[in-house]
C-alpha cells in the first residue's frame, strides 16, 4: 500500500485545511485524495498539490473507498460515520474525542508509542487532545529515563484549539476593541481578546473541566502509567496557535542537569532552547515541541519544572495525525 487512497473528513475546518498543508509539505505519497465536509462546504474547491479538488457532502452510511480516513470534523460526525469507512476497508484516524477512551483504539504520540500501531482491532486510531500531545512529546522522554509518578500542569491555550470559530471570534474582538464596541463572545465563555479563562469545557462533578479530564486520561494512556497522578489546570489565552504548559514533574529516580539535559535532546520531535524563550509565536508554524526554563527543586532533585509549547494545529493536530498514518504505512509495507 505504498499510494494509499485518502479522505479527510471535515476538510474545511482549521484541521482540515493543515492537513492539506501537512500532507502537502510531507510528499505524502498519495495516489487519490477525497475531501469530505458539512452539506455547506459542498461544492468548493481546494487546490492541492497544484490540481483543484471538489468537496464532497459526508455521508454517513455510505463511505468512498479509500485506504485511510482523516477525521477531524467534530465527535458526532465521528461517531456517525467512523464505522462506516472502516467497514470499508479503511484505517481511521479520527482528531476527536469520540473513540480516545476506548480499550480497543491506540491512542497513540508517534514519538512516544509508535508500537500501539502493531494492533488496531477496531481499524480507528485516536489523535489525542492537543495540549495532551505537547506535554506528551515533551514529558515521555523523562518518563523512561526517570519516572514520573505525579505532573502538575498548568496550560496556556491557544483560540486556535477552538477551531476556524476560535480563530475568528479573537480576531472580531480585536477589532471591536480599538473601535470600542461591545465584545460579543460565542465560541468563549468569556470575552477573550486580552484575557485569560481558567476553564475550558464543562465543570464536572470534581471540579475538573473537560479539557483537564482529558490531560488527565490520556496522559495516563499514552505512556502506559495507570497510576501516574496528574493535576491539570487548563486555562484560554489570548493567543492566536499554539499551546504552552508550566510543567512540574515528581520523579521516581534522582536526575541531574547534564543528565536531564541529554535525555530531552536526544528526544524526537523536542527541541531545547534553553538559550532563548519559547514562546508560542516561536513555535507556530514548526514541528517541534519547545522546551525551555528547565531547572531543578533546590532541596530535591527528584523535582523538576519545565516550560513547553508546540503548534496547536501542526503537531498537536494534523502532523501528529499524518505522522500516525506514515508510521501505520512503514509497518504494512515493512
Not at 458539512?38 to 498539490?49: A, C, E, H, L, Y
Not at 467497514?87 to 482528531?95: H, I, T
Not at 530535591?300 to 513547553?308: A, S, T
Request: hydrophobic fraction near 45%; charged fraction near 25%; proline fraction near 4%.
Amino acid at each position: 500500500m505504498s499510494q494509499p487512497r485518502v479522505a479527510i473528513v471535515g476538510a474545511t475546518g482549521a484541521v482540515g485545511e493543515e492537513l492539506l498543508r501537512v500532507l502537502e509539505e510531507r510528499r505524502f505519497p498519495l495516489s487519490e485524495l477525497r475531501l469530505l465536509a458539512s452539506p455547506r462546504s459542498t461544492g468548493r474547491t481546494v487546490t492541492f498539490r497544484g490540481e483543484a479538488i471538489e468537496v464532497e457532502a459526508l455521508d454517513a452510511s455510505a463511505a468512498p473507498a479509500v485506504d485511510i480516513a482523516f477525521f477531524s470534523a467534530g465527535a458526532d460526525r465521528s461517531l456517525l460515520a467512523a464505522d462506516a469507512f472502516v467497514r470499508a476497508g479503511a484505517l481511521v484516524v479520527d482528531n476527536s474525542s469520540a473513540f480516545r477512551m476506548r480499550e480497543d483504539v491506540p491512542l497513540v504520540v508517534p514519538e512516544v508509542n509508535a508500537h500501539d500501531l502493531d494492533e488496531i482491532p477496531a481499524g480507528i486510531v485516536a489523535n489525542p487532545n492537543c495540549s495532551t500531545i505537547v506535554i506528551a512529546v515533551a514529558i515521555a522522554p523523562i518518563h523512561r529515563a526517570a519516572g514520573i509518578r505525579r505532573a502538575v500542569v498548568a496550560t496556556y491555550q491557544a483560540v486556535s484549539g477552538a477551531g476556524a470559530k476560535g480563530l475568528a471570534e479573537l480576531e472580531h474582538q480585536r477589532r471591536a476593541l480599538v473601535a470600542g464596541e461591545p465584545l460579543r463572545s460565542e465560541a468563549f465563555a468569556a470575552p477573550i481578546v486580552g484575557n485569560a479563562i481558567p476553564r475550558i469545557g464543562a465543570l464536572g462533578d470534581d471540579g475538573l473541566s473537560e479539557e483537564e479530564r482529558k490531560i488527565e486520561r490520556e496522559l495516563r494512556k499514552i505512556l502506559g502509567a495507570p497510576a501516574l497522578r496528574v493535576h491539570p489546570t487548563c486555562v484560554r489565552v489570548s493567543v492566536d496557535r499554539a499551546h504552552s504548559a508550566a510543567v512540574h514533574l515528581e520523579l521516581d529516580r534522582l536526575i541531574d542537569r547534564e543528565q536531564m539535559m541529554a535525555v530531552l535532546e536526544a528526544a524526537a520531535g523536542v527541541r531545547c532552547v534553553e538559550a532563548d524563550l519559547a514562546t508560542p509565536r516561536n513555535a507556530s508554524g514548526g514541528d517541534d515541541v519547545l522546551v525551555s526554563r528547565l531547572r531543578a527543586d533546590r532541596e530535591d532533585g527528584r523535582r523538576w519544572d519545565l516550560w513547553v509549547t508546540g503548534d496547536q494545529l501542526r503537531k498537536g493536530a494534523a502532523l501528529n495525525a499524518v505522522q500516525i498514518a506514515e508510521h501505520w504505512l512503514d509497518r504494512r509495507d515493512g
